[in-house]
């Protein structure tokens, strides 16, 4: 099995979700590959009722660690439950980077997404700055020190090079493919490695043929139902 998921970040309204995933299930009929979408939290509610019964599976951008209480404007598992999610993406770089999100409070998250059964799309991915300095093995093992031993069965890693992400850059296929080979070293249970940054329809297919890569975690591409077509086939082709 391997994994396409598209994660629209704040971007799409109920509306867009609607018209696309309309499309999308006109587009595709995968055979091997499971395809998720990850929309805004104003979206999730319309999501449940527009992929129920096909193979679209679906899920949450972040959330908070606590069940319930006094966190103006955060999202908790039990409120996801109630949209009956299918992943969770726990630690993503904009959450690390912009929201200051530190390992300590992404373990929480990702010990309270197994609490309410919710599986886990953990991200970890090195800067610009880190790569250069040749410490990537470091960060990547520093990102997943507190989380290798509990991210269990169902749940994925998805790794995003922050220099990556939404630059057009991508590291060569062999990077890819040893950076994952690490992220796997580093696990205590064999679960699925995504690569994320800058896919699109035009570098899908190479990305596919990477024997380490079980997928990838799209984003800018992942708005435009008719390139994120071509990326899923690209992975249900290359098997
Ligand atoms: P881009 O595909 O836009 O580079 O974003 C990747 C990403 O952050 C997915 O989570």
Redesign the pocket.
Request: charged share 25%; proline share 3%.
């Given at each position: 099995m391997r994994y396409v998921f598209g994660?629209w970040k704040m971007n799409g309204t109920l509306a867009f979700a609607k018209e696309y995933v309309d499309k999308l299930l006109e587009l595709v009929r995968p055979a091997s590959v499971q395809v998720a979408l990850f929309p805004p939290f104003t979206a999730l509610g319309g999501f449940s009722d527009f992929v129920k019964g096909t193979f679209l599976k679906f899920g949450a951008q972040n959330m908070h660690y606590e069940d319930s209480g006094a966190f103006t404007g955060e999202i908790s598992p039990v409120m996801l439950k109630e949209f009956d999610v299918d992943y969770v993406l726990i630690g993503?770089?904009e959450r690390r980077h912009i929201f200051l999100e530190n390992d300590e409070m992404l373990m929480k998250k990702v010990e309270a997404a197994h609490r309410h059964d919710i599986p886990v799309v953990f991200?970890v991915g090195e800067t610009l700055e880190e790569r250069r300095s040749g410490i990537t093995r470091d960060i990547l093992k520093r990102q997943l020190i507190l989380v290798q031993d509990i991210l269990s069965t169902g749940d994925i890693v998805?790794y995003?090079p922050v220099w990556?992400?939404?630059?057009g850059v991508t590291p060569t296929m062999e990077e890819i493919g040893e950076s994952i080979s690490w992220v796997k070293e580093l696990l205590k249970a064999e679960l699925p490695v995504l690569y994320?940054?800058?896919?699109n329809k035009g570098n899908a297919a190479d990305i596919a043929r990477v024997s380490e890569v079980d997928g990838v975690?799209?984003?800018?591409?992942s708005l435009k139902v008719e390139e994120f077509a071509i990326i899923i086939e690209a992975f249900d082709q290359n098997i």
């Amino acid at each position: 099995m391997r994994y396409v998921f598209g994660n629209w970040k704040m971007n799409g309204t109920l509306a867009f979700a609607k018209e696309y995933v309309d499309k999308l299930l006109e587009l595709v009929r995968p055979a091997s590959v499971q395809v998720a979408l990850f929309p805004p939290f104003t979206a999730l509610g319309g999501f449940s009722d527009f992929v129920k019964g096909t193979f679209l599976k679906f899920g949450a951008q972040n959330m908070h660690y606590e069940d319930s209480g006094a966190f103006t404007g955060e999202i908790s598992p039990v409120m996801l439950k109630e949209f009956d999610v299918d992943y969770v993406l726990i630690g993503h770089s904009e959450r690390r980077h912009i929201f200051l999100e530190n390992d300590e409070m992404l373990m929480k998250k990702v010990e309270a997404a197994h609490r309410h059964d919710i599986p886990v799309v953990f991200c970890v991915g090195e800067t610009l700055e880190e790569r250069r300095s040749g410490i990537t093995r470091d960060i990547l093992k520093r990102q997943l020190i507190l989380v290798q031993d509990i991210l269990s069965t169902g749940d994925i890693v998805a790794y995003e090079p922050v220099w990556a992400i939404g630059t057009g850059v991508t590291p060569t296929m062999e990077e890819i493919g040893e950076s994952i080979s690490w992220v796997k070293e580093l696990l205590k249970a064999e679960l699925p490695v995504l690569y994320g940054g800058s896919v699109n329809k035009g570098n899908a297919a190479d990305i596919a043929r990477v024997s380490e890569v079980d997928g990838v975690l799209v984003g800018g591409a992942s708005l435009k139902v008719e390139e994120f077509a071509i990326i899923i086939e690209a992975f249900d082709q290359n098997i």
